[in-house]
């Protein structure tokens, strides 16, 4: 039936080929891509993926296969590119990629994807972190992703500002100051007020992200474990909630826009000493220094502590949906695209950390130093922070709490026009209207 | 020709009632129908792609609908007795109307002054009317990306020229009326030189006679253009005013791409209803409450339109009395002229989105124009 009538849609577009046809007969199994039998693989990512010479390496190993590759700023926009293309019924790239954080909503409707493991997906399992194979999972046992990253949470400082500010800003000693393993937020917002004081300036870009990190390293997040919402009335959410507000009213926020840093000049202009960082933020600070003209002479580093230990934010999956026209090809390129070789390829370009093993132990063990973030063993730091890293429950409108409902609530807090107790009843408030009430 | 031979012969014997030949026939059915057939095309558009998601819409609006998920249970009217409830759609509304109001009637005095500029006797005539309509030429997306980098709150280039005269600077997005104003800044900047050229050819069809006896009787240049040019022009500012109306009410790129991650601001200061309608679709993925909405801006819409007919039926027989004389004197004078400029009125409201009710008060506005240049 699925495929009768998209051959049929494809007919009526005028892009009907013998390939297809025969793609559309028979099923999962399509015609393997050759010289002779060229196939086209869309793919859509987001953010920063560092894909784009991995393209071209598996166009070349793979004569006959084009790739058209789409990459999308965030992914809050990607999520809504997904969802719109979902209902529609057609548009969906043949690999999509997927964000943690809107994964939930996606394995709600996980039976429009392609079950990996009819494409060989138990033979590679054992690549993965445990977990985040796991996740990639839907409750029937179907695997709907692979792995491409995670997002084990390390902190990013700015040595120059911290020097300026008489902050140790080696970044061994910066993690000690921090109070190395067992570094608290506490110590975090405390050494934020002392450094407010010293220089009048901010400690962190904005709310938002560190309320994310806190959130994400809780046993359980917005979603209490066996799927129920799980956060009105959670005295320790709501504790994290005011210790945050006490900081940004203290003037530790330096209210930015999310993603947009004034395109990347609030890392060069001194704005904000520290920022919290999963691994693929790294990438993300990356591009916004160059937009902003500014480079390793920035001063920025990462050490090796996060406040309130492990954290892992975002990481992404690749899945194939159902509507692709050519899945066994799509899986193939998606597996590949996510095997630990191409994972350590993908982070050098990226600056994220692989979610395969066997990648992060050849990263370790390169050692290659990033040199943007003052030679800093980004290997190293981030295998250390991604242990004891524990997979939230990630709910159906997980992404959307983050973005939709805490989002306003913490930039009510940033721009100074609420206290905490507002700002948290805004917050569910808007949780009832947007989540539950929906 | 062999017809008109025959036809004597046929009918004659079949005593009163002539039988129709089938050319006959043929030529009756062309007289009748044919005029259907040429504007069915349009109908036949309108009903696929105007009534049906129209109607179809509505269906939605019934029931539970899931954006991934798909038709959920009949719920009735419950999605709208929700929706009148909900905060945030009210708060749209005040935006949309807000917005609506910054940006049209500033546009309007604005265009209207670069048309009477335009109209004068200047050099290079065509570049200047060119330059006023390039901005409508660049895209809505690439006019909001860059006054979204000028309006920028801590780096753009406003604040920043405001802080160097020591202003403080001003919170264009997370404030509610400043960024009001910056979008309906990007409205004026796309829509002011298209509306001006409209009016400027308006008032290109004003006779040069009349200015000219004004002139001798001693009316200055200002006196001269309230009472002969805003007058004569006035069929074309209602054309203006309502297609404006229209897109005021549906302002969407803007505010979306003023604000890239939220729809319409963090706390929805700038929040149109087209753009809740998109939010609560494609980000809170209910498409019973977003068919709703859509419904809901339909029938208020059709009730600016109404309103602006009743306005503008006004406004066009109060005209009728005030400007009754010179309006005669301007028709004896130069009534072909006059004829083309009121005949093309309806061509031009055909231009306004067809689904919306308020363009029929366009075309409802040149019947009542045309006998009075016949006259």
């Known amino acids: 039936m699925e495929f009768s009538r998209l051959r049929k849609i494809s007919a009526i577009a005028g892009v009907a080929s013998l390939a297809l046809a025969a793609a559309g007969c028979s099923g999962g199994g399509d015609k393997a891509a050759s010289a002779d039998n060229p196939v086209t693989l869309t793919v859509t990512t987001f953010g920063t993926f560092g894909y784009d010479d991995l393209y071209a390496e598996y166009e070349k190993q793979n004569p006959g296969v084009t790739i058209e590759a789409t990459n999308i700023d965030r992914g809050s926009n990607a999520r809504t590119d997904a969802f719109t293309k979902l209902a529609a019924g057609s548009g969906l790239s ?23 493991k009819e494409h060989g997906a138990e033979d590679i399992k054992a690549n993965w972190v445990d977990w985040k194979f796991k996740q990639g999972t839907d409750p029937d046992g179907r695997v709907i992703g692979y792995g491409t990253d995670i997002g084990p949470q390390a902190l990013c400082f700015n040595g120059k500002l911290f020097e300026a500010a008489g902050l140790p800003s080696d970044r061994e000693k910066v993690a000690e100051l921090f109070g190395g393993k067992d570094a608290t937020w506490d110590t975090y917002f405390k050494l934020g007020r002392q450094y407010k004081e010293a220089t009048g300036k901010a400690w962190y870009d904005q709310s938002g992200f560190v309320w994310n990190s ?47 840093w004034g395109n990347g000049k609030a890392f060069v202009d001194g704005s904000f000493a520290t920022h919290v960082c999963p691994a693929w933020m790294l990438g993300t600070i990356k591009g916004q220094l160059e937009s902003a003209g500014g480079g390793a002479a920035s001063g920025w580093d990462v050490a090796d502590v996060f406040p309130g230990g492990a954290s892992n934010w975002g990481g992404a999956f690749l899945s194939v949906p159902k509507s692709s026209k050519h899945p066994a ?31 992060q132990a050849k990263i370790v063990e390169a050692a290659k130093p990033n040199e943007l973030f003052n030679n800093a063993p980004y290997g190293a730091i981030f295998e250390s922070r991604a242990e004891g890293v524990i997979a939230q429950f990630k709910g159906p409108h997980d992404s959307v709490i983050q973005e939709n409902v805490f989002g306003p609530a913490l930039k009510m807090l940033d721009s100074g026009k609420a206290t905490a107790d507002e700002a948290w009843n805004e917050a569910v408030k808007l949780l009832n209207d947007l989540v539950v009430n929906n | 020709m062999t017809t008109t031979l025959n036809r004597p012969a046929v009918s004659r014997p079949a005593a009163s009632k002539p039988k129709p030949t089938f050319r006959q ?82 546009q309007l005095i604005m265009a209207t002054i670069i048309a009477a500029v335009l109209d004068q006797n200047l050099r290079a005539k065509t570049f200047w009317r060119m330059s006023i309509l390039l901005p409508y030429v660049v895209t809505p997306v690439a006019v909001a990306m860059i006054f979204t980098n000028m309006f920028g709150e801590q780096y753009g280039l406003i604040n920043n020229i405001l802080s160097s005269f020591g202003i403080d600077p001003i919170m264009w997005k997370n404030d509610t009326l400043p960024s009001h104003i910056a979008i309906a800044t990007m409205v004026n900047w796309r829509w002011t030189g298209y509306n001006a050229l409209i009016l400027l050819a308006a008032m290109q069809s004003v006779p040069r006679d009349i200015y000219e006896s004004a002139a001798i009787d001693g009316a200055g240049s200002f006196r001269r253009f309230f009472s002969i040019t805003l007058p004569s022009i006035r069929p074309t500012m209602v054309f203006v005013i309502v297609t404006a109306t229209i897109g005021g009410l549906q302002i969407f790129t803007e505010p979306r791409l003023f604000d890239p991650v939220a729809a319409g601001g963090t706390a929805r200061q700038f929040q149109t209803t087209v753009l809740y309608l998109w939010e609560m679709a494609f980000q809170r993925q209910n498409f019973g409450k977003a068919s709703t909405i859509a419904w809901l801006l339909f029938l208020i819409i059709l009730l600016f339109g109404i309103v602006n007919w009743l306005i503008s039926r006004r406004i066009a027989t109060n005209g009728d009395d005030r400007g009754a004389a010179s309006r005669r004197r301007r028709k004896r004078s130069s009534a072909p002229d006059a004829n083309a400029y009121d005949a093309g009125l309806p061509a031009q409201a055909v231009t306004a989105p067809a689904a919306s009710a308020p363009a029929a008060s366009a075309p409802e506005t040149a019947p009542e124009q045309t006998p009075r240049s016949g006259k």
């Open chain 1, 329 to 359: 090809e799509a899986a193939k390129l998606a597996a590949w695209l996510t095997a630990p070789e191409q994972q350590i390829k993908q982070s050098a370009a990226a600056n994220n950390f692989p979610s395969t093993l066997e990648a």
């Open chain 1, 94 to 116: 043949d690999v999509t990629a997927i964000e943690e954080g809107w994964l939930g909503s996606i394995m709600e409707v996980s039976d429009q994807f392609v079950d990996l």
């Open chain 1, 214 to 260: 806190m959130v994400n390293q809780m046993d359980e997040g917005y979603y209490t474990k066996d799927g129920k919402l799980n956060v009105e009335g959670n005295k320790d959410m709501r504790a994290k909630f005011d210790m945050l507000a006490a900081g940004t009213a203290g003037g530790l926020s330096s209210n930015q826009t999310q993603f947009d």
């Open chain 2, 25 to 106: 026939r043929l030529n009756v059915f062309d007289m009748k129908a044919s005029p259907y057939l040429y504007i069915a095309p349009f109908f036949i558009l309108f009903a696929l792609v105007g009534l049906f998601p129209l109607g179809y819409t509505f269906f939605v609006s019934l029931f539970d609908w899931h954006l991934l998920k798909g038709q959920g249970e009949f719920v009735g009217f419950q999605n709208f007795a929700e929706v009148l409830q909900d905060r945030f759609f009210w708060n749209s509304l005040f935006n949309t109307v807000s917005i609506f109001l910054i940006s049209t009637i500033p």
